[in-house]
């Protein structure tokens, strides 16, 4: 059994995050997903559009998820920890620097490989993408 772990803020939900899902699952057995809590969003990203318990229903609603977690604030791999998972996934666009992932998971004992998902390649693929468009196109007029 290849339990396997993707993780994101997932916000607004968007063909880029289906396709990241999908990559996911094809590589193992089990998907579990780490839904970004809250503060995680806030500290990195922007204030969240919807909250994690919504996030965390939408995402365990998707065909290729098998569980979801929601992230705890602060040390991401005790997250990681508590999954144990075979294969972490990184979004193509994820800011993490793989050889200092891999460094943090074999000083904590995981020896979890680390892949990185291909671009989707539909227009809307983006939580800000998304947001500009509605902007754009519904926003205040003067």
Do not use: W
């Not at 998972?85 to 666009?93: A, E, H, Q, R, W």
């Amino acid at each position: 059994m290849v339990r396997v772990m993707a993780s994101g803020v997932f916000d607004i939900l968007h063909t880029g995050h289906i396709s990241y899902l999908e990559q996911a699952r094809a590589m193992g057995d089990e998907l579990v997903v780490v839904v970004a809590c809250d503060s995680t969003v806030r500290k990195r990203k922007h204030d969240p559009v919807t909250p994690e318990k919504m996030r965390a229903r939408i995402i365990g609603s998707l065909k290729p998820v098998d569980t979801v977690v929601i992230g705890n604030d602060g040390d991401m791999f005790r997250t990681i920890e508590k999954i144990r998972p075979d294969i972490i996934v990184l979004g193509f666009d994820q800011a993490f620097d793989e050889d200092e992932l891999k460094q943090e998971l074999s000083r904590r004992g995981i020896s979890a490989s680390i892949r990185r998902a291909n671009e989707c390649a539909d227009d809307l693929t983006g939580t800000r993408k998304i947001i500009e468009r509605i902007v754009k196109n519904y926003g205040e007029t003067k």
